[in-house]
Nanobody, 116 residues
Framework: QVQLVESGGGLVQPGGSLRLSCVASGFTFSSYTMRWYRQAPGKERELVAVITSYDRSTNYADSVKGRFTISRDNAKNTVYLQMNSLKPEDTAVYYC?????????WGQGTQVTVSS
């Protein structure tokens, strides 16, 4: 019954910006820590950003710190990833994630391509 639906990916030039969204349903969204992962071709899936449920504290991978911002709107059951100053190395499929009821729950992913 858990569903995560990402959107907002696309093609952008180096230095540009994108805002990803993930709409959640099937669980009490406000009670859960939410995460963004990404996976580039031929590479392992890596954790990009985390936002907690209660105080909305955040953590970021070193590679995106200062450029990406994770946020959430509990009234809309939505978690966001604002991506600025994008680099070709940011090219990947981006996934929304939550650990809920004993399992990792994943969205379908949204493609981000950074290219001139």
């Amino acid at each position: 019954q858990v569903q995560l639906v990402e959107s907002g990916g696309g093609l952008v030039q180096p230095g540009g910006s994108l805002r990803l969204s993930c709409v959640a349903s099937g669980f009490t969204f406000s009670s859960y820590t939410m995460r963004w992962y990404r996976q580039a071709p031929g590479k392992e899936r890596e954790l990009v950003a985390v936002i907690t449920s209660y105080d909305r504290s955040t953590n970021y991978a070193d590679s995106v710190k200062g450029r990406f911002t994770i946020s959430r709107d509990n009234a809309k059951n939505t978690v966001y990833l604002q991506m600025n100053s994008l680099k070709p190395e940011d090219t990947a499929v981006y996934y929304c994630n939550v650990y809920q009821n004993g399992a990792m729950r994943w969205g379908q992913g949204t493609q981000v391509t950074v290219s001139s």
